[in-house]
């Protein structure tokens, strides 16, 4: 790093440091993605061995979904006066502590009970992993950065399949080895984050400037300065997200966010039996085709968020994913080659447009509530995600497969006139610019 001048904190180069605050952040993603998708495979094995009725298939495919709506908005909040530290560290505690658990469980209540444990240290690390590595981040690499938590997290989900294919066909109670799967990446992520510095923007808005400034000059250097950012002590409340100068922006996070997810996890977390409704094969092409989506929309999803304007890249892909499910919906069952057309868009596009639910939330508050504000937005969108998981097998059974398609359409639509009324444009700004409503509109 040139050491001859003065730098912005917001201009400084990429450096060793974040790529490793990048890399222990984005493995708790991973490990999100991965412990999420790995329910959906057990659940086809365990319903046959516990005798589980539609309502505990939902109740637990949706379980890790209401920790998460937990932990974000509780341990979101708490880390706004505590720090990013602490919670930073704690979230895996649990998380690898219940995840180990899950192997000795024997009723479907116990299951039930820790998947919500590991739901809220993913939440707390959601709102918090995200809102850490946007204080330290640059805003030349942040939109990009920010974005690919969608990317590792899809490599998760991803992966969690072929693991869920490999154990059911080699153990013996495979959903118990299949749902621990996921403790070495968890103590993995546990053991790298010891150390981590506490955010300085996060110290700066406390009064602690001293160590504020220590924390940039012993990662960063000597000539970064931290300059847009207040430095008087003063203390934001929950309750700030709903005054008249954020609510705009408390509502339209927590809305789109919403709006995207109900659909994606509803759809994804019980797809083998979709397919099978939808009379598609659901065998490992299929699985190879669909996985192969998701990875590329998510890939293609950095290169848009980097190439076109945040706001235009989400109300012009809401668009595109209502348009793509309602059809999905309304097409005859003999339309089999068009319905895989259409699914395949609809995967591409909606995997693409999850990169934003990294970007939006993080670069929309101000330090003294922004991981209060990811984490409300963070636990909105798994509250409707965990309501829609769990209604979808009830709604498949009592509705039929074209009127669930429908109303999940409807979410997209919300979505879709919420981010034309409220969307911000937060690309190109300083994380102070960028969360300051006059500055990002």
Known sequence: MDTSKVIKFDDVPLSKFHVKMTGITFAAHFTDGFSLGVIGI????????????????????????????????ILGWVSDYYGRKKIFMFNFVLIAIATALQ????????????????????????????????????????????????????????????????????????WRWLLISAFPLALFVLIYRMGSPESPRWLLRQGRTEEAMAVVKKYLGDNVVLDDEKTEQQMGTFSDLFSKKLITRTLFNCIFFMCLVIPYFAIYTFLPDILKIMGLAENFTTNMLLNALLILGALLGIWWTIKFTRRGF??????????????LGMLPDSSKMLMVITFAAFTLVMSAVSNLVGVFPAESFPTDVRSSGVGLAT???????????????????????????????????????????????TKSLTLSEASSINKAG
């Open 42 to 73: 057990a659940l086809t094995v365990i319903t046959p061995q516990m005798g589980l009725s539609p309502f505990w298939q939902g109740l637990i495919g949706s379980s890790a979904l209401l920790g998460l709506f937990l932990g974000s908005l």
């Open 379 to 425: 636990a909105a969108s798994r509250l409707g995600a965990a309501v829609g998981t769990f209604l979808l097998p009830m709604s498949i059974a009592n509705l039929g497969m074209t009127y669930t398609l429908l109303w999940l359409t409807g979410t997209l639509v919300v979505g879709t006139l919420v981010s034309i009324a409220w969307a911000p444009e």
């Open 314 to 327: 989400l109300i012009n892909s809401f668009i595109f994913l209502s348009i793509a499910l309602f059809t």
């Open 103 to 174: 192997f000795f469980v024997q009723t479907p209540e116990q299951l039930f009970v820790l998947r919500i444990i590991i739901g809220i240290g993913l939440g707390g690390d959601y709102s918090v992993g995200h809102t850490m590595l946007a204080e330290f981040l640059p805003r030349k690499h942040r939109g990009a950065i920010l974005g690919s938590f969608s990317v590792i997290w899809t490599f998760g989900y991803v992966l969690a399949s072929f693991v869920g294919m490999f154990l059911h066909s080699t153990l013996g109670d495979s």
